[in-house]
């Protein structure tokens, strides 16, 4: 059974940094893109970034590029997120998702909270 | 970026009612479309991909049609469990970007 599971969330004061991560397990992590998703309290979805299989290709929304990084650990079937200089509109649930392509995310983890607020 | 619009935003429907839901795209995606739903404090899960490909758990009172910038969702015979929050999503291009939602109340 696939199995994502998300940790990291907090509250944190803007311009700091979080590094969430995201465990998988119950399929072959390293076949599979990756992607981060959020949503903001009571908003819709957000796709943030992706990751190739192998970590050789990433992509990130306009609004984090620069601030986001997204990495994979395929030898411990992981996936991360680190976030630097928050802003409050990065305040949401941020969820990881296996990506079956292209861009359709079949599984995904109950996510983790981030709050960015002073 | 590619823009995804859907319609309405909120949605009153009673049990063994019929609704349809529009998603309509900034440009051209083909068939390149999913569908997800979401209910309140859960995970979106994917229900429908390619327009009109069900995932192995959606049962088939759910259906999806359209191509280049225009789809539907439609649900027939609405059940209790179908009360929620649907969101469509092109994948033709990264990033894969989300309609604002529509929420199915019961009426």
């Known amino acids: 059974e696939v199995h994502l599971v998300e940790s990291g969330g907090g509250l944190v004061q803007p311009g700091e940094s979080l590094r969430l991560s995201c465990a998988a397990s119950?399929?072959?992590?390293?076949?599979?893109?990756m992607s981060w998703v959020r949503q903001a309290p009571g908003k819709g979805l957000e796709w943030v970034a992706n990751t190739k299989q192998d970590g050789s290709e990433k992509y990130y929304m306009d609004s984090v590029k620069g601030r986001f990084t997204i990495s994979r650990d395929n030898t411990k079937n992981s996936l991360s997120l680190e976030m630097n200089s928050l802003r409050a509109e990065d305040t949401g649930v941020y969820y990881c998702?296996?990506?079956?392509?292209?861009?359709?995310?079949?599984?995904w983890g109950q996510g983790t909270l981030v709050t960015v607020s002073s | 970026d590619i823009q995804m619009t859907q319609s309405p935003s909120s949605l009153s429907a009673s049990v063994g009612d019929s609704v349809t839901i529009t998603c309509r795209a900034s440009?051209?995606?083909?068939?390149?479309l999913n569908w997800y739903q979401q209910k309140p404090g859960k995970a979106p899960q994917l229900l429908m991909y390619?327009?009109?490909s069900l995932q192995s758990w959606v049962p088939s009172r759910f259906s999806g049609s359209g191509s280049g910038t225009d789809f539907t969702l439609t649900i027939s015979s609405l059940q209790p469990e179908d009360f929620a929050t649907y969101f469509c999503q092109q994948g033709y291009t990264t990033p894969g970007t989300f309609g604002q939602g529509t929420e199915l109340e019961i009426k």
């Open positions: 390619l327009t009109s």
């Open positions: 119950g399929f072959t992590f390293s076949s599979y893109w």
């Open positions: 440009q051209s995606i083909s068939t390149y």
């Open positions: 998702a296996r990506d079956v392509g292209p861009n359709t995310l079949d599984f």
